[in-house]
């Protein structure tokens, strides 16, 4: 009997190239090339005894004639097309020489990151449009329906020290109460720069004017298709690799996995550590924030393990 072939894996170098003003470059795919017609970040495949990172330091050079001067890994992402299969090994390149144009005759457009999701991209495309948006620190504010004077403190220093992406969790049991709190809390951080998450029913973030939905594992294994449109932010808790598909079978942008380390507030709970930790994150096809025992110095650690960044409470401040 003939064996049916399987799909070629094609490992493809991938840049994320942005400039001073924090725009960011994409191109348009050639209508006769495989996913024609749609934008995607600038790269090509990676040749035979070649490394991803130089690999993408030729591709840009020959497709978009700049020099890449300072480049970091963001994500990786593996997509099966059905006629084949893609590893893109997706670099942040923060600074280039050079003039950018499409060199291959592809239209090129900088687009400022909060418009990302207004463009179509190929599917495989869609998580590095997320990771290109996300911030390296996401905390998470507890409490406050009872003590209003503290929720606003924590959302103050938050907005002083830079972040620009908080979750809020909070158990309320007088909805009316909340949703007037939600929205003084919601737009306030708006006017701040802050964006605010709850860790909510998606239909609240639609009241509230929030910046999206923080899913618990609960509300994430109970959905089957994403709850909110592309222009807010869908994350999710999760705690294995089975709660990890579901948010990327249901469209989620990017996932919180924890413990990582032992905590104060779960002491019971068993932490993956570091290499469990790792290994999950690099068979996500996602954006994953690091979660437990987590403080702004695990960044780099995170960051090896293939994170998109770490996540907190009392590591930043917001217990």
């Known amino acids: 009997m003939k064996q049916l072939q399987q799909p070629r894996l094609l490992h493809v170098a991938v840049g994320v190239v942005r400039n001073r003003q924090g725009e960011i470059l994409i191109s348009l795919r050639h209508d006769h090339l495989h996913q024609g017609g749609l934008w995607e970040f600038p790269g090509g495949k990676v040749e035979p005894m070649e490394s991803a990172e130089d690999a993408l330091r030729r591709e840009l050079r020959e497709e978009l004639s700049i020099t890449v001067e300072q480049a970091t890994p963001l994500i990786k992402i593996r997509h099966d097309y059905g006629d084949r299969q893609v590893l893109l090994d997706v670099w942040q390149v923060n600074a280039f020489g050079g003039n950018p144009q499409g060199l291959e005759n592809q239209p ?18 869609r998580p590095i449009a997320a990771a290109a948006r996300l911030p390296r620190f996401y905390p998470i504010v507890n409490g406050g329906l009872d003590d209003e004077e503290a929720l606003f403190a924590k959302l103050e220093r938050l907005c002083g020290k830079g972040y620009t992406l908080a979750q809020w969790r909070v158990s309320a049991s007088d909805e009316a109460a909340y949703l007037k709190l939600t929205c003084r809390a919601v737009d306030y951080c708006r006017h701040q720069g802050l964006a605010l998450l709850l860790n909510a029913d998606p239909g609240l973030v639609k009241q509230t004017g929030a910046a999206g939905v923080h899913l618990n594992s609960q509300r994430l294994m109970a959905l089957v298709h994403r709850p909110l449109p592309e222009a807010a932010w869908v994350a999710a808790s999760c705690h294995n690799p089975n709660e990890i598909r579901q948010a990327e079978l249901i469209g989620v942008d990017f996932v919180l996995l924890s413990p990582v380390l032992p905590t104060i507030s779960h002491p019971d709970a068993q932490p993956l550590g570091w290499e469990q930790f790792g290994e999950w994150v690099d068979q996500a096809n996602l954006p994953v924030f690091a979660l437990g025992g987590m403080t702004r110095d695990h960044l780099e650690q995170a960051r090896q393990q293939g994170a998109q960044g770490v996540a907190g409470i009392r590591g930043f401040g917001c217990d």
């Open 108 to 125: 090129i457009l900088w687009v400022s990151p909060d418009k990302l999701h207004q463009f179509d991209f190929p599917a495989a495309n």
